[in-house]
């Protein structure tokens, strides 16, 4: 593969919140998408939230009734694995946050992908060598950790394992770049950079709610209006899922061994409630 390959095709598998995103920018970039999803609809559903956030985006004037409608040219539906990636320059994964289901899907992909496309995974915190090893491919196999709200969020995690040739990792820049993304590049390390910092953060503020320190608005504006961040951790672990981030947690203090990844009780209690946060109306905050 050479080092100026040029991405044209990309298949997106999994179309909820991140995958949707995903294949937004990349449309909007004028590659040829193809957006598939395991369960029924969900890829249709997916196309349509898309166009939502496109019609928003001219609402305000970010961009012309032209270039949504030919974003839109960009996209397709696909009904199946094969018919998604069979011709692509890129496969993207982002299905449920599971090594097993990802190992088995790169194992798919692997089959049904042509040769010389690179296997992304937008995995945000599991081993990018596990993944690979699920294919015949390993050099092509990367981790391209996107961020939500995917067409507005600026930052694109680019993860290398060992075995990453650097011809993919300048491939994924490139592409990174192509999508307006602000790529940085990590080892494939638990947690990567964002999320172990995320979580981190996120659990001891987690664990200052369940000590009285000071309510959930509270410790979220002290990190907003202390720290600059655009978004308290608390609310955030509501957009993204408490169930997300308690299987992220656990999986960190199970891979570094550190007492700062281990779940509050607080955590483990409204997951076992099922107060998930944003999705399910009831987290941290109301929804």
């Known amino acids: 593969m050479s080092t100026d390959m040029e991405i044209r095709r990309v298949a997106v598998i999994g179309a909820g919140t991140m995958g949707h995103g995903i294949a937004h920018v990349a449309a909007m970039a004028g590659m040829n998408v193809a957006l598939y999803d395991a369960f029924e609809g969900a890829a249709e559903k997916g196309l ?22 030919a974003a839109l040219a960009h996209l397709r539906v696909a009904t199946s694995l094969d018919e998604a990636a069979s011709d692509a320059d890129l496969v993207i994964e982002a299905v449920v946050e599971s090594l097993d289901v990802k190992t088995s899907l790169f194992a798919d992909l692997h089959r049904v992908a042509p040769g010389h496309a690179i296997l992304a995974t937008n995995t ?30 600026k930052l694109l995690e680019l993860v290398v394992h060992d075995g990453t040739s650097d011809a993919t990792r ?68 509501d957009l993204v899922g408490l169930d997300v981030r308690l299987s992220i947690a656990e999986y960190l203090h199970r891979e570094l061994g550190s007492e700062s990844f281990r779940p509050p009780d607080i955590l483990r209690r409204m997951v076992a409630d099922g107060k998930l946060g944003k999705k399910s109306g009831q987290g941290f905050y109301s929804w």
């Open 170 to 237: 300048d491939a994924a820049l490139e592409v990174a770049r192509a999508i307006g993304k602000e790529p940085i590049v990590v080892r494939d390390v638990p947690g990567f950079a964002s999320s172990r910092l995320g979580i981190c953060i996120g659990l001891e503020a987690m664990r200052m709610v369940e000590q009285g320190v000071a309510s959930a608005e509270d410790i979220d504006k002290a990190m907003e209006l202390g720290y600059n961040h655009p978004m308290g951790p608390l609310r955030l672990t």
């Open 124 to 153: 945000s915190s599991l081993s990018v060598a596990r993944i690979a090893e699920a294919t015949g491919r390993p050099d092509r196999v990367i981790g391209m950790h996107f961020f939500n709200p995917v067409h507005i969020m």
């Open 48 to 69: 349509v939230k898309i166009r939502e956030n496109l019609d928003k985006g001219v609402a305000r004037g970010k961009f012309t009734d032209e270039a949504r409608d």
